[in-house]
């Protein structure tokens, strides 16, 4: 179920959770594969059965005619938060159904199980303006701080995360994954870590979110 229709060049929200709120990452191999699947599965042209392209982290992988952007993201245990930007016609619906295709087909070989691992839909949110998007990035990259004990709950602890997009932005490593740096382009790195760090203590409670489809519950 998708909460907007999608058109081409627009900014979206997309995220997506393990079936009856499952872990779907059991380990830092699965998350890597995950990774590695959000740039071979986003293709336009046909992606070939070439598993060793997505298991064999050796060399970098480029997406030759992207399906979408990817502009941030963050892995958690059950869930996982993307923001999007679709390049063609019915883009991310193509992208995600291949990434959570191949990545369901990986796990449940590795784990010796069957059947579906996401919710039957991801979920998508129009992003409408600069403000909403420069929000919808901060959300996502602070999504892991509730990984963290509260007296851990800092920006050096949420740095030390390696499975969102947040270096990439504040300048600590260059990520394959990410397209481009679209929120600092629009703030500067210096601002962006300014702008995130700030609003961790003011960030609203889960349950202030139940009636906002723009933001994602666990």
């Known amino acids: 179920m998708h909460t907007t229709p999608l058109s081409g060049g627009s900014f979206y929200h997309v995220y997506n ?11 830092d191999e699965d998350r ?15 992606v070939h059965k070439k598993p060793e392209l997505i298991r064999d982290g050796s060399h970098p992988l480029q997406a030759r005619n ?3 952007s990817i502009i941030t993201y963050a892995l958690m245990g059950n869930h996982i938060h993307l ?3 679709q390049h063609c016609d019915d883009g991310i619906a193509r992208f995600m159904h291949r990434l959570g295709t191949g990545y369901t087909k990986y796990f449940n ?6 059947g579906v691992l996401f919710e039957s839909g ?9 403000e909403q998007f420069l929000h919808v990035g901060r959300y996502i990259h602070l999504n892991p701080i509730d990984l963290l004990p509260i007296s851990e709950r800092n920006m050096l602890k949420l740095l030390a995360y390696p499975w969102s997009s947040l ?18 382009s629009m703030i500067g790195p210096e601002q962006y870590f300014d702008f995130v760090r700030d609003w961790i203590p003011q960030r609203r409670s889960k349950s202030d979110f139940d009636h906002d489809n723009s933001l994602y519950l666990e």
Do not use: A, M, W
């Open 66 to 68: 992207p399906l979408v």
């Open 17 to 27: 959770r393990g079936t009856e709120h499952r872990d779907v990452f059991l380990c």
């Open 122 to 130: 991801y979920k998508s949110v129009l992003i409408e303006d600069d």
């Open 32 to 46: 890597r594969r995950f990774l590695r699947g959000c740039i071979v599965f986003n293709n336009d042209e046909v």
């Open 167 to 184: 270096r990439h932005y504040v300048g600590e490593v260059s990520d394959p994954v990410v397209h481009g740096s679209l929120l600092t």
């Open 109 to 114: 070989r590795k784990y010796q199980r069957t």
């Open 83 to 85: 923001l999007l930007q």
